[in-house]
């Protein structure tokens, strides 16, 4: 069944993917440590930002306070690493629940007392600042002072406990962001990705269809939690420090949602390209200003924003669906 | 034989307005039965409340035994009452055949046997060719048909269609017509619509109940209910002889 229906559509994407992943994998060895780093970044980015593609684009449920599973992610991670040295893929046994039930918990309170929209969406930051002033003023985990995980200087990379250089953690992303490519492009061929789509599109006659839409918009919340959560500890293991004013911060739920909104929303490859996008944007500003000599301060980020407007403007649906139509791929990446 | 659906004294009102008062009636299993009445006499609301889109404030609502009224409308769904909008609702953005296919996974866990539903119904209703189109981009007739066919692939033993032929040509509200009846003939599907186009309501029901002002003004059978004098005073129109 999954073979016949592969048109040349699918194998034109399947070559995508594969060159994409095979250039993806030789980067260590083209780019010098500075560039690694930036491609470090945009696969944090394409990362965050698929797992919140599962939730707004998916399932229609606008996040806007991503942060706070990020934040308890890198918190619950650098606390059982600095505490008893528990290594962070065991720490995943705790983040992922405590990520999750935190989603439940919005969740309920929005979709059991029909919270939606806007409203939803405020709901959403209001949980990330509670995080944010909570952490602020908890001693357990240094408060305002700050959380750091040790840094020394490391014989080799040690996966297990994630202390290493770059190119160890610019394996480690990109294994994570092709799973989390994988895991969403299966979930949205299965019955709960239609069952979200369905709910995107039309609440209401989603129900009359028969979907039970405040089970499955808990599904798409707890499931978008728990995959941002990893982002979370790989930030707190690539930084190792971690400040609630930053984790959990708006503007950290800003940069997650500006990714998959610029390459385009509900799409697999959209936070991807998106990332590539406003990361690849941002250096080339750096590197154009300072060639011309420019040193007015904010006129990055003037010109930043100037160039989001427009890509916002010229492309409503975002930079991925057009460029897909444009490479013969329409509706796979979808 | 016992009712597949049966109303009992139901009502609804909002603020003062009484939309539906103290509507009973039964809609025997099998057959094709019609809700008629002019703008307002409360047929939608009527049908939101069989659907489980809104409760009543009193009366009961049976469904094949179970009182269903006081259950949200997924649930009515999954119990067998489908329905399509009176202003019509797909899903958008989605592909005509991804809306049917939604439909067809209530009751299917394979996403690939729902699509195969999908498509047998897509024929059945005239639009496999248009089946990859966002549905978005589909003429009224064809966007009422694929409603119908996102409600069939629910498995309901009960449709509620509401205004399926309103907007339609003569030749489409035929072919509407053909479909439903041989939907009703061959599957033995109850069919529940509230219809303006008389043409249609004359060809497919076997029974009819006129609604006005919130009440139900009389039942029976279609050559009956048009020699009705209350009906004819309040629906057909007061200069008809």
Request: hydrophobic fraction near 55%; include cysteine; charged fraction near 15%.
């Amino acid at each position: 069944m999954m073979l016949r229906s592969l048109g040349p559509a699918s194998w034109r994407s399947g070559g995508l993917i594969a060159g994409l992943l095979a250039a993806a994998l030789a980067a260590p060895w083209l780019v010098n440590d500075y560039l690694l780093t930036v491609l470090i970044i945009i696969l944090y980015f394409a990362y965050a930002g698929q797992a919140w593609n599962i939730m707004t684009g998916f399932a229609g449920q606008l996040s806007l306070g991503h942060a706070v599973y990020v934040g308890l992610g890198a918190y619950v991670a650098a606390a059982l690493f600095t505490r008893f040295g528990i290594a962070p893929w065991i720490a995943l046994l705790a983040v992922i629940p405590v990520a999750m039930a935190c989603g439940a918990i919005i969740g309920f309170l929005a979709f059991r007392f029909g919270v939606t929209g806007v409203y939803f969406a405020i709901l959403t930051i209001a949980f990330a600042e509670f995080a944010r002033v909570g952490f602020d003023h908890w001693d357990l985990v240094n408060a305002s002072s700050g959380l750091f995980l040790p840094v020394k200087q490391y014989a080799h990379n040690d996966l297990w406990l994630l202390r290493g250089d770059p190119t160890m953690f610019y394996y480690v992303i990109l294994a994570a962001t092709v799973l989390a490519f994988a895991l969403c492009f299966a979930l949205r061929r299965s019955r709960v990705g239609y069952f979200w789509l369905a709910i995107r599109e039309d609440e209401q006659a989603a129900r009359a269809a028969g979907v039970a839409t405040f089970r499955y918009k808990m599904y798409a919340v707890m499931a978008s939690a728990a995959v941002t959560s990893f982002a979370g500890v790989f930030y707190a293991f690539f930084y190792n420090n971690l400040f609630p004013e930053q984790v959990f911060g708006i503007s950290r739920s800003i940069e997650i949602i500006l990714g998959p909104v610029i390459g385009g929303i509900g799409t697999l490859f959209g936070p991807i390209l998106g990332a590539f996008v406003l990361t690849g944007l941002a250096e080339a500003l750096n590197a154009g200003l300072a060639a011309f000599g420019l040193d007015l301060p904010g006129a990055k980020q003037l010109l930043y924003g100037f160039c989001l407007l427009i890509v916002v403007v010229a492309l409503p649906e975002g930079v991925w669906p057009p460029l897909a139509r444009r490479l013969g791929v329409t509706g796979v990446g979808k | 034989m016992t009712a597949l659906l049966s109303l009992s004294a139901v009502s609804k009102r909002f603020r003062g307005l009484v939309a539906v008062d103290r509507v009973s009636f039964a809609v025997p299993r099998g057959i094709i039965f019609a809700v008629i009445g002019p703008n307002g006499a409360g047929k939608t609301t009527l049908f939101n409340m069989i659907a489980g889109a809104m409760p009543p404030d009193d009366g009961s609502i049976t469904f094949d035994g179970e009182a269903i009224d006081r259950l949200p409308a997924d649930e009515v769904c999954r119990r067998g009452i489908a329905r399509t909008f009176q202003i019509v609702r797909p899903f958008p953005a989605l592909s005509v055949e991804d809306n049917v296919t939604i439909g067809a996974l209530l009751h299917r866990r394979d996403v690939g046997a729902a699509r195969q539903r999908a498509q047998a119904l897509l024929r059945r209703l005239d639009l496999f060719d248009l089946r990859e189109r966002p549905a978005s981009t589909l003429t009224l007739p064809d966007r009422k048909r694929l409603e119908v066919a996102r409600a069939l692939a629910t498995e309901p033993q009960l449709l509620l269609l509401d205004e399926v032929m309103a907007g339609l040509r003569p030749t489409e509200t035929d072919r509407m017509v053909a479909i439903l009846q041989a939907l009703n003939l061959q599957s033995g599907l109850t069919v529940l619509l509230i219809e303006h186009v008389m043409r249609a309501v004359m060809a497919l029901a076997s029974r009819v109940l006129v609604l006005d002002h919130g009440t139900a003004v009389a039942e029976g059978a279609p050559q009956e209910i048009v020699r009705n004098p209350a009906v004819v005073q309040s629906y057909l129109g007061a200069e008809a002889p």
